[in-house]
Every structure is written in structure tokens, then in C-alpha cells.
């Protein structure tokens, strides 16, 4: 069975690929709790939660508006909040799983 999401999975491994060096942070923050799918901007640069795109930008110290992402990923990922991890949301437990995946193919 195809997954629902391909669309999605395969733009997140675009996207991972465009910024390895943010992966393991990235997945880190996935797991504790600390993406919320809704805040991109100006929350990108502060403690709080933010998307997958702030988060990135974050740790790259880069503006976020430089990071491209798909429309799939981002739709996707909208409906994590804070304290989402992947115990207690099929959204982060999803990502995480990709995630894996896409480091798996890495090696």
C-alpha cells in the first residue's frame, strides 16, 4: 500500500538533503516536543517552538525566507503543537519515522 503522504515524505528528503547539518537537531527537537507546525516567523529565532522551517533556519542561523521547502511537507507538518512528540502524535511519529528513514539511505 502507498503511503498517503508520499507527496510529503519525498519533499521532506529533498529537503533534509538541502540541509543535512540541521538533521540531528532537527529530529532532536521533533522528539521532545518543540515543533509547532503554525509558527514560522518571528518565533523562528527564540525558545519557543517553531516549524520545521524555523527550527532549520534556527540552527543554520540563516533567515528563514532563504529555506525552501515543499507545500506537501508544510501542510503536513501544520498540524503538530507544542509538546506533539512521537508517543502521543501519528504527525511527529510520522516525520521521525521519514527521518530515519532518510538517514538510513544516507549511510
Not at 540531528?24 to 522528539?31: A, H
Amino acid at each position: 500500500m502507498a503511503d498517503q503522504h508520499s507527496g510529503a515524505k519525498e519533499e521532506l528528503f529533498e529537503f533534509l538533503s538541502r540541509y543535512p547539518a540541521a538533521v540531528p537537531y532537527l529530529y532532536r527537537r521533533l522528539r521532545r516536543g518543540r515543533i509547532h507546525g503554525l509558527f514560522y516567523v518571528p518565533r523562528a529565532y527564540s525558545e519557543n517552538c517553531c516549524d520545521i522551517v524555523g527550527t532549520v533556519a534556527k540552527y543554520l542561523q540563516i533567515d528563514p525566507d532563504d529555506i525552501v521547502i515543499g507545500v506537501e511537507i508544510e501542510r503536513y507538518e501544520i498540524t503538530l503543537r507544542p509538546g506533539d512528540k512521537p508517543r502521543s502524535s501519528e504527525t511527529a511519529r510520522t516525520i521521525c519515522r521519514w527521518i530515519a528513514e532518510w538517514k538510513r539511505t544516507r549511510n
